[in-house]
């Protein structure tokens, strides 16, 4: 059974969420044209926002840039829906890569699997393949989009529509009010790609060795190393302080 199938759910108040998704989009685009950036992690929450990037004529040009970091070790699938993206929305998607002799070198040093070892190494693997890239990709922009929810983790429970992050660009998260059902709802009224690793119940999917399935009743971000106390589970992208226990939505049944 698909993840359309098991969460795709039309929920009260739906339409205003969306209508209030795409204001926040055009003011982002309308406030920094030509220095906004949607950093898509490929995952089903960046899809919708860059099905309604293209969807509104918000990209390319002095619109909202796409644009993603091949780590190196995603799943073939998620590297795939670059390609899809073009051919669907006719928008380029910029990728930033990390350096490569600093991959081999850290390879060389601590191996393959250096990031199940410590919480320091696991983060220096971040730091290279994720941090590195993304202020490539943050240079000479004032503003980014992301696919932040409030519903993701106790983490990002308390996450604002737009915020200032720490080098002073705005950072806007257009879904955080949106659920899991809000989000398969879109993608399945527009018929919106999405990598199929969701189908196996992977609702957070980031590097290959850091990425399992979860199961049901656990939270959203279970899979995402899943070894590490819930605190540390961040790659530094998006740090915030813990919300109240409690505050994190799971999956659980079909609603």
Known sequence: ???????????????DRLAHTVQVLKDAAA???????QSTSLGVED???TDLIARHGLGGGTGIAIAT????????????????????????VEVFKPVAESVVHFVATHGNEAMYRSLELRKACCNLRKMEPLARM???RTAWVTGLRREQSNT????????IDAQGRTKFNPLADWSWN????????????????HDEFMPSIGCAPCTRAIAV???????????????AKECGLHVKEPAPEGAVSMIGDRP
């Open 1 to 15: 059974m698909s993840a359309i199938d098991l969460y795709a759910r039309h929920t009260p108040g739906f339409e």
């Open 31 to 37: 406030a920094h044209a030509g220095s906004a950036v």
């Open 47 to 49: 899809m919708v926002i």
């Open 69 to 92: 970091l091949d780590t190196g070790m995603l799943h073939e699938p998620t590297v795939a829906l670059i390609a899809r993206i073009e051919q669907r929305y006719a928008l380029s």
């Open 138 to 140: 943050m240079a000479a």
């Open 156 to 163: 990002r429970a308390v996450v604002p529509f737009s915020e």
């Open 182 to 197: 809000d989000v398969w709802h879109h993608i399945a009224s527009h018929d919106v790609p999405y990598n199929p690793l």
């Open 217 to 231: 009743g656990e939270d959203f971000r279970a899979g995402r190393w899943w070894w590490e106390d819930e605190k």
